[in-house]
């Protein structure tokens, strides 16, 4: 399973979390909109619910930002996420000061570019997709921002 959140840290909103499943040799993106702080608590809950539901599988992030996401709303939500959070595995933590690619940065956008990953908007941006007039068109906005298939990607290199 690969994770992926999108908010706005700075108001503490978190509007979206993408989950890429591979199972038995299926892919399968599951997308989880919130529309607004008051949805907030009920969807993150379906996402916890979900990753629970394969608890043997490890649970795949980049960087520190999902973890830290998990961690503040369980202590807003008052959810007990312990043994899930011993799933998670960070993937930047194994290129982190190990793996030089050739690029200014470790963003999942440049690596996914090296790699061979392609975007159909180069500019795809959550946040500008937020505030571009595309909310309420999640499906929209997970094919451009689609960071999980590059998480894997990273992965199996």
């Not at 009920?42 to 999902?66: C, D, I, M």
């Not at 202590?75 to 690619?101: M, P, T």
Request: proline share 3%; charged share 20%.
């Amino acid at each position: 399973m690969y994770l992926d959140i999108e908010g706005i840290p700075d108001q503490n909103f978190y509007y979206l979390f993408g989950l890429l499943i591979v199972h038995q040799g299926e892919v399968q993106y599951e997308s989880y909109w919130v529309n607004s702080p008051s949805d907030e608590e009920r969807v993150w809950k379906s996402v916890v619910n979900r990753l629970t539901a394969f608890s043997q599988s490890p649970v795949y992030h980049y960087g520190s930002f999902e973890l830290s996401v998990f961690e503040k709303l369980a202590r807003r939500y008052q959810i007990d996420i312990n043994q899930l959070k011993k799933r998670f595995v960070n993937i930047n933590s194994f290129i982190f000061g190990k793996v030089y690619f050739p690029a200014y940065s470790n963003g999942l956008k440049e690596l996914g570019s090296i790699l061979g990953q392609k975007w159909t908007d180069e500019k795809a941006s959550a946040y500008k997709r937020l505030y571009g007039g595309m909310i309420g068109k999640p499906e929209q906005l997970l094919v451009k921002c689609n960071y999980s298939y590059t998480m894997r990607r990273i992965a199996r290199h």
